[in-house]
T-cell receptor, first 112, second 117 residues
């Protein structure tokens, strides 16, 4: 699976949009971009995934650049409960046995 | 909303003892996983399991580890002879097949904190 690069930490004001970047310049055509988060030693929580189109669900939006070499996770109105470590993971689709490879992620601190 | 559950939430054991960590995956899911996270470190993949067989395993998953689906609902991780370095949070996860065939997002349980003394 392709490697990802994320900033180690970011701050965001409560109520503002949090934009978390991820670089995956070596991504292959059959690899999806997944985002998970981990709130203080809880189990990782699936947020969203995408292949090449932008995606939106009730939790977040995912913007993938046209060349697919980078993406941005957007939390439109961050709350204190969104404080967590956010992981960007690139993984081949179509094989359920494939593991998720977690990097260091971005520690997002949402401040009042 | 269905969720993955794990028991116990915290297990303390002595070095050399056997432990069994239990997980109940989401009921219609067919793919099961174990991960671990040593305090302050990254989440690491251990093993994936499908159709009563191991699909994939990492280098961490050596002969001391085994997994089993003893019945239609439970999925267990056994560590035969625990070592101090096995102390970690162990997360179970499951994923489904229907409706999202190509992506298999994984849903994680709350974890079991294993402390080996």
């Amino acid at each position: 699976d392709a490697k990802t690069t994320q900033p180690p930490s970011m701050d965001c004001a409560e109520g503002r949009a949090a934009n978390l970047p991820c670089n995956h310049s070596t991504i292959s055509g059959n690899e999806y971009v997944y985002w998970y988060r981990q709130i203080h030693s809880q189990g990782p929580q699936y947020i969203i995934h995408g292949l090449k189109n932008n995606e939106t669900n009730e939790m977040a939006s995912l913007i993938i650049t046209e060349d697919r070499k980078s993406s941005t996770l957007i939390l439109p109105h961050a709350t204190l409960r969104d404080t967590a470590v956010y992981y960007c993971i690139v993984r081949v689709g179509g094989n359920a046995g494939n593991m998720l490879t977690f990097g260091g992620g971005t520690r997002l601190m949402v401040k009042p | 909303e269905p969720e993955v559950t794990q028991t116990p939430s915290h297990q303390v054991t002595q070095m050399g003892q056997e432990v069994i960590l239990r997980c109940v995956p989401i009921s219609n899911h067919l793919y099961f996983y174990w991960y671990r996270q040593i305090l302050g470190q990254k989440v690491e993949f251990l093993v994936s399991f499908y159709n009563n067989e191991i699909s994939e395993k990492s280098e961490i998953f050596d002969d001391q580890f085994s997994v089993e689906r003893p019945d239609g609902s439970n999925f267990t991780l056994k560590i035969r002879s625990t070592k101090l370095e096995d102390s970690a949070m162990y997360f179970c996860a499951s994923s489904d097949e229907q409706g999202r065939i190509w992506t298999y997002e994984q849903y994680f349980g709350p974890g079991t904190r294993l402390t080996v003394t």
